[in-house]
């Protein structure tokens, strides 16, 4: 999980358009190795995490479960033959909106976790704070606009959720399971 992660992280980096090919293999197999991770993490701690924990694990899945079809989407559609690329494209689109569920699912996993004081508090503040970060840190990208844009909401989004997979990965490195 924790390699996930930080594969999850440098691929949502920006990059070149010879390394787009590349980036979407890479963020396929790096959210396969996340949602994985966090399956595991989530079964582990499913009696202490609640109906609160339940529905934040929910939310955190079926937003890599988006986020995998997204990638896929975007490999494919240099793959298939012209008259379908808008079609690819098109299934790409509710993909990536709902990829963003992750980050909602992660704050509230992160209560849960909180609550039920099974990560350390640091990691657990780091989920409470995935989607206020989000909003935050892509409005100020925005409003930034130029070269620190694209880092500013690099670190709001795929940096820090990146950093919140990563220190789970290691919790489920430490424990037995």
Same mark, same amino acid.
């Given at each position: 999980?924790?390699?996930?992660?930080?594969?999850?992280?440098?691929?949502?980096?920006? +990059?070149?358009?010879?390394?787009?090919?590349? +980036?979407?293999?890479?963020? *396929?197999?790096?959210?396969? &190795?996340?949602?994985?991770?966090?399956?595991?993490?989530?079964?582990?701690?499913?009696? @202490?995490? %609640?109906?609160?924990? =339940?529905? /934040?694990? %929910? &939310?955190? *899945?079926?937003?890599?479960?988006?986020? =995998?079809?997204?990638?896929?989407?975007?490999?494919? %559609?240099? #793959?298939?033959?012209?008259? @379908?690329?808008? =079609? +690819?494209?098109?299934?790409?689109?509710?993909?990536?909106?709902?990829?963003?569920? $992750?980050?909602?699912?992660?704050? +509230?996993? /992160?209560?849960?976790? *909180?609550?039920?004081? $099974?990560?350390?508090?640091?990691?657990?503040?780091?989920?409470?704070?995935?989607?206020?970060?989000?909003?935050?840190?892509?409005?100020?990208? &925005?409003?930034?606009?130029?070269?620190?844009?694209? #880092?500013?909401?690099?670190?709001?989004?795929?940096?820090?959720? %990146? &950093?919140?997979?990563?220190?789970?990965?290691? *919790? #489920?490195?430490?424990?037995?399971?």
């Amino acid at each position: 999980m924790i390699f996930g992660a930080i594969m999850f992280a440098a691929t949502g980096f920006p +990059v070149t358009e010879g390394a787009a090919a590349f +980036v979407n293999w890479a963020g *396929l197999a790096a959210v396969l &190795l996340v949602f994985g991770g966090f399956r595991v993490f989530a079964g582990g701690h499913r009696p @202490f995490l %609640g109906r609160l924990g =339940a529905w /934040g694990c %929910g &939310l955190v *899945l079926a937003g890599l479960a988006a986020t =995998a079809v997204g990638f896929i989407a975007n490999a494919a %559609g240099p #793959l298939v033959p012209k008259a @379908f690329e808008g =079609a +690819v494209a098109l299934a790409a689109v509710p993909a990536w909106t709902l990829s963003h569920l $992750i980050y909602a699912g992660a704050t +509230v996993v /992160g209560i849960a976790c *909180l609550r039920a004081r $099974i990560v350390p508090r640091s990691t657990a503040l780091l989920l409470v704070a995935s989607f206020p970060l989000l909003i935050a840190g892509v409005s100020l990208g &925005l409003a930034v606009g130029g070269s620190a844009a694209d #880092l500013i909401t690099w670190a709001a989004t795929e940096g820090q959720a %990146g &950093l919140a997979w990563a220190l789970i990965g290691a *919790l #489920l490195c430490r424990r037995e399971y």
